[in-house]
Nanobody, 126 residues
Framework: QVQLVESGGGLVQAGGSLRLSCAAS????????MGWFRQAPGKEREFVAT????????NYADSMKGRFTISRDNTKKTVYLQMNNLRPEDTAVYYC???????????????????WGQGTQVTVSS
């Protein structure tokens, strides 16, 4: 089992940047594929990015490619989401997720992840 705590959200103007962090505790961090998802009011939770156990295998939702970067530091048991050129439509609660066994397309949907953080709010003003 792993516990996840996100931080780094806040209010930013359009075009600005934020860096989200997700700190893990519990089982060895390297055992988990990590993902970021987001959920805007009235919308379903959607995939943002995923990263493999050793830092490879990164994948992004199309609307985030070129603007967002996922990374991880296994020594610090932390996964990051660097978000640049933010847009008002990026406003959402951002969630960190972990799973020991998701693979392929299963890592792009919320059902593919067993463990979740509490979320951090990101608000982008126009």
């Amino acid at each position: 089992q792993v516990q996840l705590v996100e931080s780094g959200g806040g209010l930013v103007q359009a075009g600005g940047s934020l860096r989200l962090s997700c700190a893990a505790s519990g089982r060895p961090f390297i055992a988990y594929v990590m993902g970021w998802f987001r959920q805007a009011p009235g919308k379903e939770r959607e995939f943002v990015a995923t990263i493999g156990r050793t830092g490879g295998g990164t994948n992004y939702a199309d609307s985030m490619k070129g603007r967002f970067t996922i990374s991880r530091d296994n020594t610090k048991k932390t996964v990051y989401l660097q978000m640049n050129n933010l847009r008002p439509e990026d406003t959402a609660v951002y969630y960190c997720a972990a799973d020991p066994s998701c693979s392929g397309d299963g890592c792009y949907v919320p059902q593919g992840y067993r463990y979740w953080g509490q979320g951090t709010q990101v608000t982008v003003s126009s």
